[in-house]
Nanobody
Framework: QVQLVESGGGSVESGGSLRLSCTAS????????MGWFRQAPGQTREGVAA???????SYSDSVRGRFTVSQDIAKNTLILQLTGLKPEDTAMYYC?????????????????WGQGTQVTVSS
């Protein structure tokens, strides 16, 4: 059974930082493609960051330069370091995984999803 569990969300002020983690069970992060998506109330789920089997990362234009995605291979965990947070970053953040590695930030290609972790940024 594949399970993805996100953690690390919280409430911060503008300009603050958070470190989100996605721990995988029954799934090897390093051997698959992983992505971070977010969804604000009333909005569609959008791709934020992704990393492929070779460690190559992708970012949405809105977060590039502020967020960094990485892998902790020893812990089989996907990491998203968020810095320079803005109120518009407020959303539920989801970890997702796929084995065939399609378009990195396209949600339709991902098979497994975590329950989400809330990020709230105040102005």
């Amino acid at each position: 059974q594949v399970q993805l569990v996100e953690s690390g969300g919280g409430s911060v002020e503008s300009g603050g930082s958070l470190r989100l983690s996605c721990t995988a069970s029954g799934y090897t992060v390093a051997n698959n493609c992983m992505g971070w998506f977010r969804q604000a109330p009333g909005q569609t789920r959008e791709g934020v960051a992704a990393i492929d089997k070779s460690g190559r990362s992708s970012y949405s234009d809105s977060v590039r330069g502020r967020f960094t995605v990485s892998q902790d291979i020893a812990k089989n965990t996907l990491i998203l370091q968020l810095t320079g947070l803005k109120p518009e970053d407020t959303a539920m953040y989801y970890c997702a995984a796929e084995s065939l590695c399609h378009v990195p930030l396209y949600k339709g290609g991902y098979v497994y999803w975590g329950q989400g972790t809330q990020v709230t940024v105040s102005s």
